[in-house]
């Protein structure tokens, strides 16, 4: 089969049958983009009918659709593959194969957003294949994982817009099911810290300090706490390489000073514990990676390696370092901007719980 033979052309003049009577069902299709149709016509059709609905036209006609794509630079040219005569046949065909009800309407969005992620995915793994077999382009793993998440991320986002009356009661068994210890969520190791907040999926947790006020010890307590409650926990580092990470956790773990651990100054008793400690580790899903700049191509390749290896929980980023003028209101521009990207992705996978030391700027 050839990638453009994967369509739903029936289903498409359902969906645009269905607009010519019922505009107002485009709302439940607004992640069904233009380019998911493989008919020029229903192209441009949707394309009209979306922006009329959004101006609260209720009835279109092949003159409507014709002038409001006309009236914008980015959808004039769908209005040159379409005559006035074109569209009444449209029009009078969609008494025939019209959809009355939303959910008939959202089964044939299915259907063309099935073929369409076919199709995209049909291609992107062409261009994946293109750079394998060209040795000479650097970052393949990089670029690969990129190519396909922007698919899946495309095509993995939800129409469904249910009444609060229907979510309320498994909203109320979430938040039982959450509760615990007192606390909602994942407790930090520091009951005072608790009375203010715990750890949450998909949300972020800031510890700001100016330098060496110990926000890097903070968190490696934190990181042995979810440890040992068997979660998985991705600890990327821009300050400490793994070998002096793992000294410094080591010492935390055996109780011995860190100063007599990494010169070997330590008693027989002490390295039993040292190795107990170790051999501990080794039964933990921990990752540390030591990234001295981070970017977000190299931080999300991480994040989907370990998500696909050993799972993730909790995501740990020591620390962050603001590429801008350093003050605090830039600083929080740029965590945002970086936090975005990453809270939607990570979502999509439902699998972590972010905590994060900021870089050292103290937020009022």
Request: aromatic share 10%; with cysteine; proline share 2%.
């Amino acid at each position: 089969m050839r990638v453009e033979e994967i369509n739903s052309l029936d289903s498409e003049s359902g969906i645009i049958a269905s607009l010519i009577h019922n505009p107002e069902f485009s709302f439940y299709s607004e992640n069904l983009l233009p380019n998911h149709f493989t008919n020029k016509d229903n192209r441009c059709v949707y394309t009209a009918i979306c922006n009329l609905a959004q101006q609260g036209i209720t009835t279109v006609d092949p003159y409507m659709i014709i002038e409001i794509l006309n009236s914008s630079e980015a959808t004039r040219k769908y209005a040159e593959n379409l005559s006035v005569e074109r569209l009444q046949e449209l029009m009078d065909m969609s008494d025939i194969i019209a959809r009355s009800t939303v959910e008939e309407y959202k089964i044939l969005v299915k259907n063309v957003m099935d073929a369409a992620f076919r199709r995209d995915t049909f291609e992107k793994l062409k261009e994946c294949q293109t750079l394998c077999t060209d040795l000479s382009i650097p970052d393949v793993e990089q670029k690969i994982y990129s190519i396909i998440d922007n698919v899946m991320v495309e095509f993995s986002t939800n129409n469904e817009i249910p009444k609060y009356s229907d979510v309320v009661d498994d909203c109320w068994e979430e938040i039982k099911s959450r509760q615990g210890d007192g606390y909602s969520g994942i407790p930090f190791k520091f009951p005072t810290l608790n009375e203010y907040a715990t750890i949450e999926k998909g949300e972020l947790f800031i510890f700001a300090a100016e330098a060496k006020q110990g926000k890097s010890m903070m968190l490696l307590n934190c990181a042995v706490d979810l440890l040992k409650r068997d979660l998985a926990v991705l600890y990327l580092d821009s300050e400490l390489n793994t070998r002096m990470f793992t000294a410094r956790l080591l010492a935390h773990l055996s109780k011995v000073e860190y100063k007599r651990l990494t010169s070997g100054r330590y008693s027989e008793e002490e390295a039993s514990k040292i190795e107990r400690a170790k051999e501990w580790m080794k039964t933990r899903k921990f990752v540390h990676i030591y990234i001295p700049m981070f970017d977000q191509q190299t931080i999300y390749t991480a994040v989907k390696k370990v998500k696909h290896t050993i799972g993730l929980d909790v995501l740990i980023v020591d620390y962050f370092k603001s590429s801008g003028s350093g003050d605090a209101f830039d600083s929080y521009q740029e965590l945002g901007r970086f936090v975005d990207r990453y809270l939607f992705t990570l979502n999509s996978l439902n699998c972590w719980e972010p905590l994060r030391a900021t870089q050292t700027t103290t937020y009022g």
